[in-house]
C-alpha cells in the first residue's frame, strides 16, 4: 500500500527558509487527487496549510500562510513540495501530508525568535 514519507523539517530562526518534502511509496499518486498540507500547533487543532491538485496545478493557501509558503508537486517523483520562506514563530507545528485519506507521519517545524 501506499506510504507518504515526510521529511525537511528542523529548527530554523525567524525570516529563514525550509521546504518540507512528502514522497509516496508503493504507488503512484492519483491523478484525480489532491495533495495538501495541513499543521497543528501545541494546544491546537490540525489545520490546513496549502494544497494542490495532482493535476492541473490549481493551489489553494491558508490566508496566513500566503504569499510566505508555495506548494509544488513532481508527478515523475511521486513527491509533493512545501517551500516555507519568512518563517515566523507562530509557524511552529508538526506540519503533515496528505491525499486522500492517507496521512504522512508529521515532521516538526519549530520556528525561534
Not at 17 to 45: D, V, Y
Request: glycine share 12%.
Amino acid at each position: 500500500q501506499v506510504q507518504l514519507v515526510e521529511s525537511g523539517g528542523g529548527l530554523v530562526q525567524a525570516g529563514g527558509s525550509l521546504r518540507l518534502s512528502c514522497a509516496a511509496s508503493g504507488r503512484t499518486f492519483s491523478s484525480a487527487g489532491i495533495l495538501g498540507w495541513f499543521r497543528q500547533a501545541p494546544g491546537k487543532e490540525r489545520e490546513f496549510v496549502a494544497s494542490i491538485r495532482w493535476s492541473g496545478s490549481v493551489t489553494h493557501y491558508a490566508d496566513s500562510v500566503k504569499g510566505r509558503f508555495t506548494i509544488s508537486r513532481d508527478n515523475a517523483k511521486n513527491t509533493v513540495y512545501l517551500q516555507m520562506n519568512s518563517l515566523k514563530p507562530e509557524d511552529t507545528a508538526v506540519y503533515y501530508c496528505n491525499t486522500g485519506s492517507l496521512w504522512g507521519q508529521g515532521t516538526l517545524v519549530t520556528v525561534s525568535e
